[in-house]
């Protein structure tokens, strides 16, 4: 069965950077782009960017672009999300969600909670 | 401030029907896919309608998904207990070059 296990809760300084992982397992992971999407207290969805299974090619949504990276290790299944210059918005759970084509983001991991505080 | 517009709330009797609207763009719900998301408490998302009405296997066929211009809908009939939860349509945003969530509408079940 198709599974998304990200790590574990993070607890940053302000300033500092944090990297979340997603392990991908039960389909093949180069077919499909991997997304990360965050969500903080109360609030809605937002998505940060993604990257290609296939070719690896990434795209950055404006609000994010320069301090986001999204790389992969295609040998590990595992894609990952670097966030640097962490202030206290960026406290959010943090998804990546699986996606192929026009079929939405059809499976998600189970989130990952940053807490960025002094 | 989201980029598709969605009423905060919505409610009804178990039994009864629920429409949830989601307002948008040209550039986006007007020029392509709509998506719809459940989010129970605590869980991460699920998806629900695909490609403005398609159901992925599992998804039971009181939910269902329209579109008409910049505007979309999800409706969900013979409301259940189960269904209280928070509901996020998307869709990709050509003008943004990114993918674009609505506010989210909590649905109740009275």
């Known amino acids: 069965?198709?599974?998304l296990v990200q790590s574990g809760a993070e607890v940053k300084k302000p300033g500092a950077s944090v990297k979340v992982s997603c392990k991908a397992s039960?389909?093949?992971f180069t077919n499909y782009a991997i997304h990360w999407v965050r969500q903080a207290p109360g609030q809605s969805l937002e998505c940060m960017g993604w990257i290609n299974g296939g070719d690896g090619i990434t795209r950055y949504s404006q609000k994010f672009q320069g301090r986001v990276t999204i790389t992969q290790d295609r040998s590990a299944t595992t894609a990952y999300m670097e966030l640097n210059s962490l202030r206290s918005e960026?406290?959010?759970?943090y998804y990546c969600a699986r996606d192929w084509m026009t079929s939405g983001f059809d499976y998600w991991g189970q989130g990952t909670q940053v807490t960025v505080s002094s | 401030q989201s980029v598709l517009t969605q009423p905060p709330s919505a409610s009804g009797t178990p039994g009864q029907g629920v429409t949830i609207s989601c307002s948008g763009s040209s550039s986006n719900i007007g020029g392509d896919?709509?998506?719809?998301y459940?989010?129970?408490?605590?869980?991460a998302p699920k998806l629900l309608i695909y490609r403005d009405n398609q159901r992925p296997s599992?998804?039971?066929?009181r939910f269902s998904g329209s579109k008409s211009g910049t505007s979309a809908s999800l409706a969900i009939s013979g409301l259940r207990s189960e269904d209280e939860a928070d509901y996020y349509c998307q869709a990709w945003d050509g003008s943004l070059s990114?993918?674009?969530f609505g506010g989210g509408t909590k649905v109740t079940v009275l």
């Open chain 2, 33 to 36: 896919y709509v998506y719809w």
């Open chain 2, 58 to 61: 599992g998804v039971p066929d």
């Open chain 2, 98 to 100: 990114g993918w674009v």
């Open chain 1, 90 to 93: 960026d406290t959010a759970v």
């Open chain 1, 26 to 28: 039960g389909y093949t």
């Open chain 1, 1 to 3: 069965q198709v599974q």
């Open chain 2, 38 to 43: 459940q989010q129970l408490p605590g869980a």
